[in-house]
């Protein structure tokens, strides 16, 4: 699963292991590696791969920054880095100037939860420009580049690779913050590798994975393993090119590495949820700084079933930790959560007297038991006493460690440094499951917040139930039929629109949906944006639906020529994007509600579509399926008349009554027609009397949708309207999330992970369900896509408006215990 489960038969997820990694602290102790180079093998190329997780202050949240992955500074800089309050891949030889070169990536590398495997690789000999200085980011090649000045072909490399030169890796002058770790850390003198030399697909994930090297080094190379925690700059090629460690100490030594048999990926606090004062994390946020006012933040894990055990080394009394739902708003400090502040409990802000008081040195524990509902916490090692689960954190789904600071610090350890970063003597105590390293010896049962102690996901190829295609129209005149494929199953139910992204700029059209029990042909769209019914949005001109392969759908041409600006699916200068689910086929009949409905479900993936004829009485039920509550549903009459499309979910102010409009910008409303009188159970629903849910003789269809761990999730955030908007705590990368304000009028909005405009990556194309539009598109980006959710980057009330409340459903591309960095 993504969120954390006990799994008691644990073994690594690869075979390859990566025993350590090493930390870089921040500011002017942050430490640095440094050598002086020989007689390169090749002056014109070389190849430097490394594993990197975790920069403080990620995105340029706060405060300026510099850290290189590799530099040798002269009169004129080779450096391989990130730039300050920017973090996107930079790489300049001899700083750009003379024959020299700079190019930088469009896309940010925020995520501070996971582990990125980055290569550079360098052949200057090349004949084609961008092949002489090369990018990758997890096996994939980046070709988008805010600057791209390639050097000149046969340049001679002057410094990163040249004899007699001093490169170095750290903080840049010593002077900025550094706050990472890096692991696995090769350099090849004198050939131009790619990152198959360095990992590969994992067969079962589809996720890039480390592998054991095996080629050569040549005269410069080295590799750095980090073994030796008393020489961290250690060769271990067998070249003997080791490093002169400055500011590093023994206890820089980690164990959180991208693959290994103690862990894995561990947790830290996670700077990118933090209340909008000041916060400042170190230590490979392990370590979190208050700033003169209670400040809230939280880690990078959540906890859904399963006993866990952390531990953390107060600086001071004015603290207040322990755990809240996964969707707290941080910016409240101390709302929907169990916090132990000394000699106080706080449960969802009400206090009482509990255990004993603490203060600075001391060691907080935290044993969570989710199967149990409750929370221990310990003082250096004695336990204050079971606290039950109660208020919002005995409801929730998940919760995730917290708490708050006011002018002190904190040390975290959810199982990689007993040493709370040198200020106590390590003790090595691992989990039940030989996992981690405590100061105390964790309660029986209780695991370390790492990937090895997450249990295998339900869904281990998100891809093969649920997946976004986009293209770009080819044809100035359809006038033959097209199949655009690309998935790995057959979509049961899609929902496409015009999209101002791949190559398009502009156009438009109703936003289309089809589904397996409606069938398809020139009559069976109904649109996302208007209350029109099946067939009235006169496909057969513009192009329509003919039908479904195994992998993709098959589209036909309609009567109209181009230059509508409306042919749905192959216009010269267009651009198209289709969601698409696996439901199971042409559906089996369902007698659980008193109206006989059509069922098509997938129980796997929580997801079922629903056909069934309305009675106009609000006492009928209606069977979905699928065999749990589910926790949203989308409903459209589509046989004729104009009826809105009506969406209930669980997040509403009630669970009966309240409802949305997904064609109209429409606030929730509380109508009695919809969804009423009795919330859904786990084998039907009340679709009430209302003509739009339950008309008379009318043919409805339904969507409906559960979450599923690692997969899918369904919730609610609340908005802080500022640019560093909120994070939204999924357990897996997304590949998808549809948004909405509940309690003021705006847009449904949707994100992906095929439309460009994410993490940085130029702009946001953001589809808005309710409208015709092409793509709302923003030159700012809007969200940042990371490994255990999203981060919202703006202050547009669509996503992110003052005193507002937003729904969301959101689906998988990879979950967060086989995710790497986005």
Known sequence: ????????????????????????????????????????????????????????????????????????????????????????????????????????????????????????????????ASNRMRFYSNGVEITEFSTANYCAQNYVLQNINANGTTPRIGNQDGTYPGGCYMSEVHFIDGQQLTPSSFGELDDDTNQWKAKKYTGTYGN??????????????????????????????????????????????????????????????????????????????????????????????????????????????????????????????IIDAVWSTYGASFGTGDIIGYAIDMDGSTITFYVNGASQGAIAFSGSVATAQSV???????????????????????????????????????????????????????????????????????????????????????????????????????????????????????????????????????GAENADEYGFVSGVTSTGVTYSPGSRSYGDNVIYYDTTGAGYVRWNWKANGTGVSNGDGTITSTVSVNTTAGFSIVKYTGTGSNSDTVGHGLGVVPEMIIVKAYESGAQNWIVWTKDLTATTAYSLYLNTTTNQLNNVSYFYPTAPDTTKFWPGDGGATNGSGTDTIA???????????????VSNNVADGPFIYLGFTPAMIMLKCI????????????????????????????????????????????????????????????????????????????????
């Open 1 to 128: 699963m993504s969120l954390l489960q006990n799994s008691n038969a644990v073994t690594p997820s690869a075979a390859y292991d990566i025993e350590n990694s090493c930390r870089w602290n921040s500011g002017s102790n942050g430490g640095l590696l440094s050598r002086t180079q020989g007689t390169p093998t090749g002056n014109q190329s070389f190849t430097y791969s490394f594993w990197w997780k975790g920069k403080t202050d990620i995105g340029g949240l706060s405060g300026n920054y510099d850290f290189d992955f590799l530099d040798c500074i002269s009169a004129d800089n080779d450096i391989i880095g990130f730039g300050r309050n920017d973090p996107r891949l930079y790489f300049s030889l001899r700083g750009g100037t003379g024959d020299g070169g700079i190019i930088t990536s469009t896309a940010k590398f925020s995520d501070p939860a996971s582990w990125y495997h980055f290569v550079i690789a360098v052949d200057t000999t090349q004949a084609t």
């Open 703 to 717: 969507y409906c949708f559960n979450s599923i761990e690692g997969y899918s999730k369904i919730g609610e955030y």
């Open 400 to 534: 995730i460690f917290g708490g708050a600071l006011h002018t002190n610090k904190a040390n975290f350890n959810f199982g990689q440094d007993s040493s709370f970063a040198g200020a106590k003597t390590a003790q090595n105590n691992k989990d039940g499951n030989d996992n981690g390293d405590f100061y105390y010896t964790p309660p029986s049962g209780y695991l370390a917040m790492c990937t090895n102690n997450l249990a295998d996901p339900a869904i281990a190829l998100p891809t093969e139930h649920f997946e976004t295609i986009g293209w770009a129209g080819s044809s100035s005149n359809p006038g033959a039929a097209r199949t655009i494929g690309g998935l790995s199953f057959q979509p049961d139910f899609f929902f496409q629109g015009a999209s101002a992204a791949f190559g398009s700029t502009s156009g438009g059209g109703a936003h289309l949906t089809y589904d397996v029990l409606r069938g398809f042909g020139n009559d069976k769209e109904i649109t996302t944006d208007s209350t029109k019914y099946e």
């Open 220 to 345: 410069n190379g080295f590799f750095l393993e980090f073994q030796n925690s008393a020489a961290l700059g250690t060769d271990t090629s067998g070249n003997g090119n080791n490093w002169t460690v400055s500011n590093l100490a023994a206890t820089d030594q980690m164990i959180d590495t991208p693959q290994n048999s103690t862990g894995g990926n561990f947790a830290t606090m996670n700077p990118l949820a933090k209340s909008q004062t000041a916060m400042t994390f170190t230590e490979g946020n392990l370590e979190v700084i208050g700033n003169n006012d209670w400040q809230m933040t939280v880690g990078t894990m959540s906890m859904s079933s399963g006993k866990w055990y952390c531990e953390l080394l107060c600086g001071g009394t004015n603290t207040k930790f322990g755990i809240a739902i996964d969707s707290v708003n941080v910016n409240t400090k101390q709302e929907l959560s169990i916090l132990y502040y000394p000699g106080n409990k």
């Open 743 to 822: 309690n003021a009028t705006d847009n449904w909005n949707i994100y992906d992970n095929k439309r460009k405009g994410y993490n940085g990556t130029g702009g946001t194309y953001q589809i808005r369900a309710d409208t015709t539009a092409a793509g709302f598109t923003s030159a700012a980006t809007m969200v940042d896509l990371v490994s255990n959710g999203m981060k919202i980057r703006t202050n547009d009330p669509g996503t992110n408006g003052s005193s507002r409340d937003y729904i969301y459903i959101a689906f998988a591309e990879n979950p967060f215990k086989t995710s790497y960095g986005r």
